[in-house]
């Protein structure tokens, strides 16, 4: 998550016990018994950071933070939830280990998030929703929260701040999108969304901080939703319902499309298997069609091991050369992930 020094200098500590764990016995392990702080880790530091760019906006408000099961910020509530796993290395790698990526894994990912739920801590600190001129510029807030959303990837009506256009989902996800898109140090957002329709919200978001930077917020408690110490499901009833909740839809048939890509025929035989050559190229195939979808990468990896799988069913190999067969799968893969936005769209997870 952080240089190895900042690392260093977080971990002068007894290692717990369930530190030495195998993946198995550590699955075992109840969330509330894992004892875990924000004190003394990395996001303490972040949590620091974003403090001192809230300062040098003039910002009054300090949002409070504590560690639950996701990212969050609870409705009536002016703080923010952080996903437990970002307070620990051990627990890290094991989020890596089942969703293939850590949200908020690295220092500038984990500053996005961080300035993005401040956005929502604020509305609800301040009930900015209730204002008129918000909902003139943003929309109703009162409108559906969608399970899915399918978004324009060119629209210039909106920040592009986190992953999958996010800023679309919601008139309270844009207007987070663009608070943190605005409080970000050295962002040059006007010389960066110059001429886009989303330069409006901006302005609107300078302005309206300009006024309540000084004044203290409305709603000033310190509630906890769901905290840590009292999530007491094990580390594996959490993940068995995190990949049930964030689980693709893997398309169930697409035996044609793996047909043109690979070969049963007998003269292919002796080559590599496709399954074989999937798994061997599958990192750099996932960094590919990530970049060109902006679909999760425990989503796409999910339909490449449907892919693996049906290759083995079918017996197929590798036909072609390696400088043909890359271009060739990742497209192929690009247009399956595709193919399942149209038909849902990525989900609301924030």
């Not at 760019?53 to 409070?64: D, I, S, T, Y």
């Not at 209730?130 to 920040?159: C, E």
Request: with cysteine; proline share 6%; aromatic share 12%.
């Amino acid at each position: 998550m952080f240089s190895k020094s900042t690392l260093n200098k977080s971990k002068k500590r007894r290692l717990r016990a369930w530190e030495r764990l195998s993946r198995e016995e550590l699955l075992a392990i109840r969330i509330c018994d894992l004892g875990l702080k924000i004190k003394g880790t990395p996001l303490e530091q972040c949590i620091k950071q974003l403090y001192r760019e809230l300062e040098k906006r003039g910002l009054v408000f300090r949002p409070h933070f504590w560690l639950s099961d996701e990212w969050y910020c609870p409705d009536g509530v002016p703080g923010v939830a952080i996903p437990f796993f970002l307070a620990h290395p051990r627990l890290r790698r094991l989020e890596q280990y089942f969703l293939l990526e850590v949200d908020g894994g690295n220092r500038n990912m984990c500053m996005k998030l961080l300035r993005h739920e401040t956005g929502h801590a604020m509305l609800n600190a301040y009930r900015l929703e209730k204002r008129k001129d918000w909902r003139a510029v943003f929309g109703n807030p009162n409108s559906r929260y969608p399970d899915t959303y399918l978004p324009k990837p060119y629209s210039r009506r909106f920040v592009v701040h986190l992953p999958n256009w996010y800023a679309q989902a919601h008139p309270h996800e844009d207007w987070a999108e663009t608070f943190a898109v605005w409080l970000q140090p050295n962002s040059d957002w006007r010389t960066r969304y110059q001429s886009w329709p989303a330069l409006k919200k901006l302005e609107f978001v300078h302005e309206l901080m300009s006024e309540i930077k000084p004044k203290s917020p409305r709603l000033t408690n310190k509630k906890e939703i769901y905290p840590v110490d009292k999530i007491s499901m094990t580390l594996a009833e959490y993940y068995e319902r995190k990949l049930d909740r964030y689980g693709a839809d893997s398309p169930e048939f697409f035996n044609l499309d793996l047909r043109k890509l690979f070969s049963d025929a007998p003269e292919h035989a002796h080559n590599e298997k496709a399954s074989s050559y999937i798994k061997r190229v599958r990192t750099e195939i996932i960094e590919i069609v990530e970049r060109w979808t902006g679909e999760y990468k425990y989503r796409i990896n999910e339909v490449l091991v449907e892919m693996i799988q049906r290759c083995d069913a079918l017996k197929l190999h590798v036909s072609g050369k390696d400088e043909i067969m890359k271009p060739e799968f990742s497209a192929c893969l690009t247009m399956l992930v595709m193919n399942k936005l149209h038909s849902g769209g990525f989900h609301i997870s924030l």
